[in-house]
């Protein structure tokens, strides 16, 4: 397995859009991005895209091909950008997700993510209405992991 930086134009977007299946949103923060891609014998498994501001790191896009979920690629990643973030002197490193997004909030806070605001009614407009596990996604869960620089 190997994770390098890539031109944001050759991050792949069937893996974007497991992430994001808005491709004007993905348009909207795509080419201010730092790309990372993992692959394995060449073949893209997984991308994520990172908007640096200040001494912040934004998780806008984080995807694994559904035939490599659960292997530990997702946590992998996670751990690269960590490093990436560390090296830049960032502090922190954010990411925001649904309140029905189960998995991800699980994943993200089994990376050492913590709970930091909710944003309400943030989904509220969007049509079709979002439904995963049962539940209807209406606000925006915000996560923050801190950057330790001796970690
Ligand atoms: C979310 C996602 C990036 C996780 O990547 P992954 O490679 O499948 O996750 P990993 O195998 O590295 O799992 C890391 C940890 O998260 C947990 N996790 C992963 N999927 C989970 C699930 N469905 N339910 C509960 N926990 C889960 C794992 O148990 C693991 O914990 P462990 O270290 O204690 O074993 C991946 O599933 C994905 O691309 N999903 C679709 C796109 C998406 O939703 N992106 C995030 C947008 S906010």
């Known amino acids: 397995m190997e994770i390098k930086c890539i031109d944001s134009d050759q991050a792949p977007l069937d893996l ?20 990372f891609l993992v692959t394995i014998e060449s073949k893209p498994v997984a991308v994520s895209a990172v908007v640096i ?14 035939e490599h ?7 992998k990643l996670i751990e690269h950008i ?11 490193i954010k990411v925001g997700t649904g309140n029905s997004s189960l998995q991800q909030l ?8 913590r709970i930091k605001g909710v944003i309400t009614d943030y989904f509220e407009h969007y049509r079709p209405e979002i439904y995963e596990n ?3 996604c ?4 915000l996560l923050e992991h801190k950057i330790i620089s001796n970690e």
């Open 69 to 75: 979920q659960h292997r530990g690629i997702g946590k």
């Open 82 to 92: 960590k490093s990436f973030a560390r090296k830049s002197q960032l502090d922190i």
């Open 106 to 113: 699980s994943f993200y806070q089994k990376s050492g993510f």
């Open 16 to 35: 974007l859009l497991l992430a994001d299946p808005s491709r004007e949103s993905i348009a909207s923060y795509l080419h201010n991005s730092v790309v």
């Open 138 to 141: 209406i606000d925006m869960i």
């Open 53 to 66: 501001e200040g001494k912040v790191a934004e998780i806008k896009n984080i995807a694994v091909a559904t």
């Open 134 to 136: 049962g539940i209807r």
